[in-house]
Each structure stands twice: as C-alpha cells, then as structure tokens.
C-alpha cells in the first residue's frame, strides 16, 4: 500500500508539487506556461503570457 492513495505529480513547469486543480501543474500559471511553451515550439516565455486575465474565466 503506498503512502499517498493519490500521488500527485511535479509540475513540470517549476518542478513543484502539482495541485489536484490543476494537475499536472502547480498552478494555472503554470498551465499557461506550458501551453505557450506548446503554441510556440517550445519557446520560453519570458514573465507572464499575455493572455493571463483568461485564467479568470474559470473562477466564477
Ligand atoms: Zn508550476
């Protein structure tokens, strides 16, 4: 039996430990990274991606 019944994984953003919410991230931030980084080839996306405030559609 392992210690965790649910292990979550390490974003693969930051190398955090993902949130149930946002799985396998860390956060939405980190969602939105890694989607750019998907978008554009793999390029780094320096400071927040630029359509951040989208993130807030999912709040109410
Ligand atoms: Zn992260």
Known sequence: MAAD???L???PVCRRRA???SRPFCSPRCA???LGRWL???YAI??????????D????
Do not use: K, L
């Not at 320096?46 to 993130?55: C, S």
């Not at 559609?57 to 109410?60: I, K, L, Q, T």
């Open 19 to 21: 949130s149930e919410e």
């Open 57 to 60: 559609e999912d709040d109410a």
């Open 9 to 11: 994984p390490r974003c």
């Open 40 to 42: 554009t080839g793999g």
């Open 5 to 7: 019944p649910r292990p």
């Open 32 to 34: 939105q990274v890694d």
């Open 46 to 55: 320096p400071g927040e991606p630029e359509d951040a405030h989208r993130i």
